[in-house]
């Protein structure tokens, strides 16, 4: 750094008044409670620290001041966030006589963001903001680009060690926040750059035509993404559907904007955007947000878009004698195969529900109501062929539904006249109490026989499945009440399916998914667990299914016999084998099949409680989880594997 800069250095006076230690008590709050700030102190709240600051950017961006952001990764597992904007304030302010870049740093602000007024929308759900992240972090720099001067400040957990400082010249603008999260506040410091790629993606999503970069650069892990999306949500529809068959060509998008008390100081406004494409299967997928704050709950925007949908296809219908005199189409039959994203922008959003995911104010519903109610409708006057197919899905799924609750309602008169009639298929265990019982779903006849010959029929049953089973992720509903495949493993679980899915009825807990450990067993396996994920939620949810682990190798010295699960334990226990003799002759075979197993082996191996390995399938993240099934389900064969290329290890795990 020359003199001539040195000179010209900002030194701000450090004198601690009362604001300042204030200040400090804030922070110090923050990091008694980090939980209350930021969620919770596990990885999810790590990444949080991410999104905090890069909020600030994305304020910036809405206000039209921004158009680039880059988030990246470091060695050590820090993170760099550099934005375009005008810069963060640097000059001094009046009531606390600090920068107000150091204020943004060290003040708690309880919700509102900075800068006065400045923005006329925040996140919801965010805006505790940078000091919090400051707090948090074992060291953080900030340093700013603005008029011609790059000034620049450094904190440690949350107290200035450098006061502010121009330490150079510069012909851009923008702020660039560097930290590292501290090791003492958090369970796990290692970053997913996955997870911040995704969120991130979402933010160029409902941010159009802003440009946001994810670079990992850790030893090892480099990659970089860049997301940039002109379409905005529309972009975001097609994103969903990628891996489906739209059944129209183009997104439908519509957008409007309620403005109340305009001019005066109570002016507050709203703006909607809705984008949405029908693909041919048969999931209901709705996205929404609030502030660019994803509402998984839901809502008054997607009540206001539900009810609109509804109402503008059954007019729209009888209108065009698509439907006859008494025809309507419910709801649900409306949103059958559709993609759809919603994100709405407004002054106080009240975010309500368990997880304060939902949006709360009914003016929004108001307002994309009469969004949906008229430009929809416009729309498809103008767009008869898209009308058409839209009315024809949804008389499709009209009728799947009415014969579906038929197959239902035969099912529960069968089961209530002669109590549950059980499959020919299954073995069933002698103890009654489901808490103590567990079922193995056996792929083929043979690997069944060994199954039941082997088990400890006291509190194991055996239920064998054979042939092709359907692929639930290609079938309506009504196909899966019926099917030849299904039926036994609904009827022996005893606590139906769907909407009537009733866990309290469930007659095991532990549902043991025990198939080759080849590829058609995993193919097996994938389609029971789709199967369950989609008709039977609740018991993925709670932990109740499983997968067995059968050995893969048996390793034979005369009369020792014992089995290897993978190749590193298949070498470790040859060489335990030959023992001090290295020319011993160890005889390895690899199990082609369960099948092959005889009775005792496969108790041995596989089903004692006291020897076995089970894997217990865990969704802890539904949302991916779906994404999975559907990728690794559906029939395009590119995001498939991109999928696997990019998620190899989850994939693995989950297909196991
Ligand atoms: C506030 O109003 C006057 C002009 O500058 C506005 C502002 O603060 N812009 C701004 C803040 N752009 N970027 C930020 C920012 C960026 C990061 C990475 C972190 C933080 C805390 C703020």
């Known amino acids: 750094m020359s003199d001539e800069l040195n000179n010209s250095t900002t030194q701000v006076d450090h004198e601690y008044g009362g604001s300042e230690i204030q200040v400090l008590e804030g922070l110090e709050a923050v990091r008694k409670r980090p939980g209350m700030y930021i969620g919770s102190t596990s990885e999810s709240g790590l990444h949080h620290l991410v999104y905090e600051i890069v909020d600030n950017s994305i304020d910036e961006a809405l ?3 921004c158009d680039e952001i880059t988030v990246s990764i470091g060695e050590g597992d820090i993170i760099t966030v550099v934005d375009n904007g005008r810069g963060i304030p640097v000059d001094i302010q009046p009531q606390t006589g600090l920068p107000a870049l150091e204020v943004v740093f060290t003040i708690l602000h309880a919700g509102g963001k900075f800068g006065g007024g400045g923005y006329k929308v925040s996140g919801g759900l965010h805006g505790v903001g940078a000091s919090v992240v400051n707090a ?44 590292k999260p ?18 991130m993606r979402e933010e160029a999503f409902l941010n159009a035509g802003l440009r946001i970069h994810t670079v990992d650069n850790r030893p090892g892990k480099e990659q970089r993404d860049t997301m940039h999306y002109a379409g905005g949500i529309r972009e975001f529809v097609s994103y969903i559907n990628r891996s489906k068959d739209p059944i129209h060509p183009d997104v439908v998008y519509m957008s409007g904007a309620r403005i109340e008390n305009e001019g005066t100081e109570h002016e507050r406004s709203m703006t909607a955007e ?62 059958e195969g559709i993609a759809c994203v919603i994100s709405v922008k407004l002054t106080d959003a009240q975010f309500e529900g368990q997880t304060k995911a939902k949006l709360g104010n009914s003016e929004i519903r108001t307002l994309v109501n009469g969004i949906v109610t008229d430009k929809l409708t416009e729309y498809l006057e103008e767009n008869p062929a898209v009308g058409k197919a839209i ?38 265990c002698n103890e009654v109490n489901p808490e103590l019982t567990e079922i193995y779903i056996v792929e083929g006849d043979s690997a069944g026989g060994s199954a039941t010959q082997g088990r400890d029929s006291r509190f194991q049953a055996i239920l064998p499945l054979w042939g092709k089973m359907l692929n639930v992720e290609k079938a309506r509903a009504d196909k899966v009440y019926g099917n030849d495949k299904l039926t036994p493993v609904i009827t022996a679980l005893g606590a139906g399916i769907g909407d009537d899915f009733d866990l309290s009825k ?149 297909d196991y």
């Open 63 to 65: 206000a039209g001041y």
């Open 136 to 179: 948090l972090s074992e060291w953080l720099e900030v340093r700013v680009h603005k008029e011609g001067k790059i000034y620049e400040m450094k904190f440690s957990r949350g107290k200035v060690t450098q006061p502010m400082q121009v330490v150079g010249d510069t012909d851009r603008h923008g702020t660039e926040v560097v930290f």
């Open 182 to 199: 501290d090791p003492e506040m958090f369970e796990v410091t290692q970053y997913n750059y996955e997870t911040l790629h995704t969120r």
């Open 274 to 335: 809705v984008a949405f494409q029908y693909n041919d299967g048969y999931n209901e997928t709705i996205v929404s947000f609030a502030n660019n704050v994803h509402t998984p709950e839901g809502g008054m925007h997607e009540e206001g878009f539900k009810r609109a949908l509804t109402t503008v296809l059954n007019n729209y219908g009888k209108k065009m004698k698509i439907l006859k005199d008494e025809d309507k189409v419910s709801g649900e039959d409306c949103r």
């Open 391 to 428: 009315l024809d899905k949804a008389l499709m799924a009209n009728r799947a539904r009415e014969a579906a609750r038929k197959a239902r309602e035969s099912i529960r008169r069968k089961t209530a006249l002669g109590g549950a009639a059980m499959p020919d298929k299954l073995r069933d």
């Open 506 to 654: 469930l007659r095991y807990h532990k549902i043991i998914i025990m198939a080759d450990a080849d590829v058609d067993g995993s193919h097996i396996r994938t389609l029971l667990l789709t199967f369950f994920f989609r008709f039977m939620r609740p018991l993925i949810e709670h932990g109740y299914v499983y997968a067995a682990v059968p050995p893969l190798y048996k390793l034979t010295r005369g009369k020792t016999t014992r089995v290897a699960f993978d190749d590193i334990e298949r070498e470790k226990i040859a060489a335990e084998l030959r023992g001090d003799n290295p020319n011993a002759k160890v005889d390895i075979s690899r199990y082609k099949g369960l099948g092959e197993m005889n009775p005792h082996e496969l108790w041995e191996t596989t089903m004692d409680p006291e020897k076995r390995t089970l894997k217990r399938i865990e969704l802890d993240d539904a949302v991916l989880a779906d994404q999975t099934f559907t990728v690794l389900m559906g029939e395009k064969v590119e995001p498939r594997k991109e999928f696997i290329e990019r998620n190899a290890k989850y994939a693995v795990n989950l």
